[in-house]
T-cell receptor, first 111, second 117 residues
C-alpha cells in the first residue's frame, strides 16, 4: 500500500519566519511528487517534482525532492499571514496515475 | 487553462435520497478523473478513478453500488451518492491530470459539501 507521511502535522509561526515542511513516501513505481496549498476549498497546485536535487521555486516558496531518501521538503521564507493554510503533499505512482495524499501540515502564521 | 468545474458546491439532502455531483473539464479533455472524499481536518482520500468509456476503479472499502461513477464523455464525470445517509456527509472533490504544454500536476474542482439530514 502506498504511503505518504507529512510532518509536522501543525505549525504556528510568526510573520517573517522561515518554515520547512516535510514529506516522506513509500510507493511502488514512483512517478512524481506534488505539493498543494489548501485554504477553504479545493487545493491549489504549487509544485510537481520528478527529479532528485532540482529545486523548484515560486516566489517565497521552494521545494526539492530526494528520490534516494524518499522525501521532499517545502520551504516558505519570510512567511505572511496569507500563507496560513494546510499544505498537502501527494505522490503519483503506478500505471493508473494514482495519487496518494499525505495527512497535510496545517500552517498558521500569526502577526 | 485546465479548469475543472464542479457542481453543486453545496447540497443538503434527506436521508435515503440520491445526490449527483458533476465535474466538467472546461478547456481540456480529461480521460481520467479522480474522486476524493475529505472529512473535517483530514486529508483527501481517493475513492475511485473514473475512466472515460469504461468502468471506474474503486479503492478498497468504497462501495461501488453506493457511489456510482459515470464518465460518459471526455469532459464530464459524475458521482452519484445513492440512498444517502448522514455518515455520507462529507466534502467530495474531483480532480483531473492536466495535459498539454507547460501544464503539470493535477487540477481540482471546487468541491461539493454534502450534508445528509
Amino acid at each position: 500500500e502506498d504511503k505518504v507521511v507529512q510532518s509536522p502535522l501543525s505549525l504556528v509561526v510568526h510573520e517573517g519566519d522561515t518554515v520547512t515542511l516535510n514529506c516522506s513516501y513509500e510507493v511502488t513505481n514512483f512517478r512524481s511528487l506534488l505539493w498543494y496549498k489548501q485554504e477553504k476549498k479545493a487545493p491549489t497546485f504549487l509544485f510537481m517534482l520528478t527529479s532528485s536535487g532540482i529545486e523548484k521555486k515560486s516566489g517565497r516558496l521552494s521545494s526539492i525532492l530526494d528520490k534516494k531518501e524518499l522525501f521532499s521538503i517545502l520551504n516558505i521564507t519570510a512567511t505572511q499571514t496569507g500563507d496560513s493554510a494546510v499544505y498537502l503533499c501527494a505522490v503519483e505512482a503506478g500505471g493508473y496515475q494514482k495519487v496518494t495524499f499525505g495527512t497535510g501540515t496545517k500552517l498558521q502564521v500569526i502577526p | 487553462g485546465a479548469v475543472v468545474s464542479q457542481h453543486p458546491s453545496r447540497v443538503i439532502c434527506k436521508s435515503g435520497t440520491s445526490v449527483k455531483i458533476e465535474c466538467r473539464s472546461l478547456d481540456f479533455q480529461a480521460t481520467t478523473m479522480f474522486w476524493y472524499r475529505q472529512f473535517p481536518k483530514q486529508s483527501l482520500m481517493l475513492m475511485a478513478t473514473s475512466n472515460e468509456g469504461s468502468k471506474a476503479t474503486y479503492e478498497q472499502g468504497v462501495e461501488k453500488d453506493k457511489f456510482l461513477i459515470n464518465h460518459a464523455s471526455l469532459t464530464l464525470s459524475t458521482l452519484t451518492v445513492t440512498s444517502a445517509h448522514p455518515e455520507d456527509s462529507s466534502f467530495y472533490i474531483c480532480s483531473a491530470r492536466m495535459t498539454g504544454a507547460g501544464k503539470y500536476g493535477y487540477t481540482f474542482g471546487s468541491g461539493t459539501r454534502l450534508t445528509v439530514v
